[in-house]
């Protein structure tokens, strides 16, 4: 299994993207492919029937997705300290996690070379421009292929920044199940028809961004509160520091009183108060 590493740092900043075959494999792979695929449907399933979500025949599922597999891999320790490095600071919040979906019919980006659909993330995930020099006023994704891509998968398209958005000059993400690309909102990218008569194309994706900075972030989760099961249970799984990534006050903040912890304790199953007793002490 491939491991991320500060050469990774390095990459991300000199070509906006990074591609990483093995990131998941064995068991794992299988668990999360199996919980994709629930919430997924898979061509077969839907063909009678094919979705318009988006452009063209795809779909889009953000949190909740009730899949306790997909929560847990957001949480991926390495791709945390990755994040903290590249955003230069140690508090983080998760800012959505989603699953997407290419069928054949799906034609936004167009094939070949053409520059139809090349863009960046940003527009649609901050309120303010791009920084051209400040590289933590955006936000680093992780996106992983599940399942191999092929060239007529409708393979994401990435330009390596030396190349500006010269498209002849693209990097295809066909890849291996497993495989991991990581990139920014700041990433000039395009997707691609797919044009294979049967079959998708998954992809599973987490991100994350500066704790203070409010003004970003694409999809949120704060209505997630209740009505969502495993998601609470996740929440209730995690440690006091765990849960800051997911917006929650830190433990001694003076929101948690033993009025409030009782109610937590009730709403997210699992969850243990005494780390914020001992910083109310």
């Known amino acids: 299994m491939s491991t991320l590493t500060d050469a990774h740092i390095e990459e991300l900043d000199t070509e906006g993207f990074f591609i990483l075959p093995d990131f998941i494999s064995g068991e794992k792979l299988a668990k999360m492919q199996a919980a994709q695929r629930r919430v997924l449907p898979t061509w077969e399933k839907i063909q009678s029937e094919p979705p318009q979500d988006q452009s063209g025949s795809s779909m889009l599922a953000c949190f ?13 320790e390495p791709s945390i300290d990755f994040a903290r490095k590249w955003l ?45 020099t400040l590289r933590e006023f955006g936000q680093v994704g992780f996106w992983v292929h599940l399942e191999d891509v092929e060239e007529d998968q409708a393979p994401l398209r990435l330009i390596p920044k030396k190349h500006g958005q010269d498209m002849t000059k693209n990097v295809p993400l066909v890849c291996k199940a497993g495989t991991l690309c990581v990139f920014t909102n700041y990433s000039w990218h395009s997707a691609t028809a797919y044009t294979r008569a049967e079959g998708q194309r998954f992809t599973f994706g987490y991100s994350f961004g500066r704790a ?4 970003e972030g694409f999809k949120h989760y704060t209505h997630l509160g209740k009505g969502s099961p495993v998601f609470g249970q996740f929440i209730g799984s995690l440690s006091a520091a765990e849960r800051e990534f997911w917006r929650f006050p830190p433990a001694g903040h003076p929101y948690y009183s033993e009025q409030t912890l ?13 780390e914020y007793r001992a910083a109310m002490a």
């Open 262 to 274: 009782p109610l937590l304790e009730e709403q997210y199953p699992g969850w243990n108060s005494d």
């Open 64 to 76: 909740p997705h009730e899949e306790m597999e997909l929560y847990q891999a957001t949480m991926h």
């Open 212 to 215: 203070d900075h409010v003004w």
């Open 88 to 132: 230069k600071t140690d508090k983080l919040h998760m800012r959505v996690g989603c699953l997407i979906a290419r069928y054949p019919g799906h034609k936004a980006g167009g094939t070949g070379s053409d520059a139809s659909n090349l863009h960046i993330d940003n527009g649609n995930n901050s309120l303010l421009p791009m920084s051209e």
